[in-house]
């Protein structure tokens, strides 16, 4: 298994999570990004800055995730593409998105992006809650102990 992060929009705080996971199970990490970022030292994680462009680090993502990765990203198509591949993708609000329940979510984006090209104010996501933060510490310490 290798852990893909769509980093460019990934809180800090599932970042330090991430690291945190990593190092402990030994579990290669990549963060892609646009911009540079900094990532603990460490023999297991590192991180990929691809050229700025819509979509670029989720195409890069989507073109090295292998069957059995695990890709973390709020970014519905991108979620999509993982699972096309085989891959797991997971939430950083703790939702592991599957083949069972991507459509709907792409639907659901779809909806809201119309609703909002017509003028209707949707808002944003709410602010990463300790809930969420728990959440998602609980659906990536289950999908790495299924590895072991």
Same mark, same amino acid.
């Given at each position: 298994?290798?852990?893909?992060?769509?980093?460019?929009?990934?809180?800090?705080?599932?970042?330090?999570?991430?690291?945190?996971?990593?190092?402990?199970?030994?579990?290669?990490?990549?963060?892609?990004?646009?911009?540079?970022?900094?990532?603990?030292?460490?023999?297991?994680?590192?991180?990929?800055?691809?050229?700025?462009?819509?979509?670029?680090?989720?195409?890069?993502?989507?073109?090295?995730?292998?069957?059995?990765?695990?890709?973390?990203?709020?970014?519905?198509?991108?979620?999509?593409?993982?699972?096309?591949? #085989?891959?797991? @993708? +997971? *939430?950083?609000?703790?939702?592991?998105?599957? !083949?069972?329940?991507?459509?709907?979510? $792409?639907?659901? &984006?779809?909806?809201?992006?119309?609703?909002?090209?017509?003028?209707?104010?949707?808002? #944003?996501?709410? @602010? +990463? *809650?300790?809930?969420?933060?728990?959440?998602? !510490?609980?659906?990536?310490?289950?999908? $790495?102990?299924? &590895?072991?």
């Amino acid at each position: 298994m290798h852990i893909w992060v769509d980093a460019d929009a990934c809180p800090a705080v599932i970042k330090e999570i991430l690291f945190r996971a990593a190092e402990r199970r030994q579990i290669p990490l990549t963060l892609v990004a646009n911009k540079p970022l900094r990532t603990p030292p460490s023999r297991v994680i590192r991180s990929v800055q691809v050229s700025s462009g819509f979509d670029v680090a989720d195409d890069h993502i989507v073109q090295q995730a292998q069957a059995g990765d695990l890709v973390i990203t709020a970014d519905i198509p991108l979620a999509a593409g993982a699972i096309e591949r #085989g891959a797991h @993708a +997971l *939430s950083p609000r703790g939702e592991l998105y599957t !083949a069972d329940n991507i459509r709907e979510r $792409l639907t659901m &984006r779809d909806f809201m992006s119309q609703l909002r090209e017509s003028g209707i104010q949707t808002g #944003g996501p709410a @602010a +990463l *809650s300790l809930a969420d933060r728990q959440a998602f !510490a609980n659906q990536l310490d289950r999908l $790495l102990a299924r &590895r072991t």
